[in-house]
């Protein structure tokens, strides 16, 4: 029986730390469990949580964020830990930290994750892009995330990867990853994972871009600031489009009418993370003076959702887990409309474990508003 693979999920909602993650290793427990990634709330105490993870886990790989809200049973939870175990039949798995993000450097972020794929194919002969796949977790207020990101795919070639960006629970303070028995700012950790289950990397987003067009005319490109949109400030010309007042301006708006690129006829969200008090506008994403913009509409993310998903059954059968990264604007938008607890159920009703991002990526690319994730399905043997 021991060498079947298996995968446990579990939650805890307990506000005290230790606590929290008793109840945690007690639902992900299992024989030979060789891999645990796992997602927490930042109102717990950081130091206290990885004290108590080092003291119950020792010696298995253990990696994880911070978070603006986790996913797990019951769907969509605050305040709370979410996460996964695989025992050692179910995942050979290798990981690296990348540190200090600020001095991030892209020939040195290909060659780490380079590296790492190197020292996995020795570890796990069959390992190939076709049975392995890639985990990013970032410091979401790195500002790093695209260099990051495609540095570490090119290092990769063709091998399915997702990512997101740690959260802190909408504070825009400070973020945490987790890896090798603490947290981490101003990182990332890239996490490899050598599989015989069926699995499936996948990316959903319900925006289409509409016809008017915003030019950035002057903006902080270093801090994601954008100062000026077709020659006028910035949130006033937002405000404007969209047919609100500036003052009106916040992170609902800024979820229900994004901004999105459109490159080689793809529409890629650039989300605006908050309007400032000198009428700026600070992004989630990249962003470039010159760069053509346009306001997008929501078409039915339920519905976007249930089609993914649709097509992960035919792919990989039902999930035994799916690994989500899920935007926050998406979070905000579905609790504005009153969807949360249907997406939240579709979402754990298809065994999904992730956590609300700063920012999501997707094959090489920093994207916003938009569901990664690897779905696991069951056994073929």
Known sequence: ??????ICRAKSVQSDPREAVQEFFAGVSQADMGLVIFFCSSHYDLDVVAEEFNRLFPGIQLVGCTTAGEIGAGGYSNHSLVGASFNRAAATAISCRMEPLQ????????????ALWGRLRNEAASASSRNTFALLLIDGLSVREEQVVRAVQSGLGGMSLIGGSAGDDLKFERTWVYHEAAFHSDAAVLLLVH???????????HFASEEDRLVVTEADVTHRVVKEINGLPAAEEYARVVGLDVEMLNSDHFASSPVVVVMDGTDYVRSIQRANPDGTLTFYCAIDEGLVLRVAR??????????ALENVRKDVGSPQLILGCDCILRNLEITQTGLKETVGKLLDDNNTVGFSTYGEQYGGVHVNQTFTAIAIGAHHG
């Open 1 to 6: 029986m021991g060498t079947e693979p298996k």
């Open 103 to 114: 001095n991030f450097d892209m020939s040195s972020g290909h060659d780490a994750a380079a």
């Open 195 to 205: 599989t015989p289950l069926p699995f499936l990397a996948f990316k959903t987003q």
């Open 298 to 307: 929501g078409k039915d993310l339920l519905g976007n959702l249930e089609q």
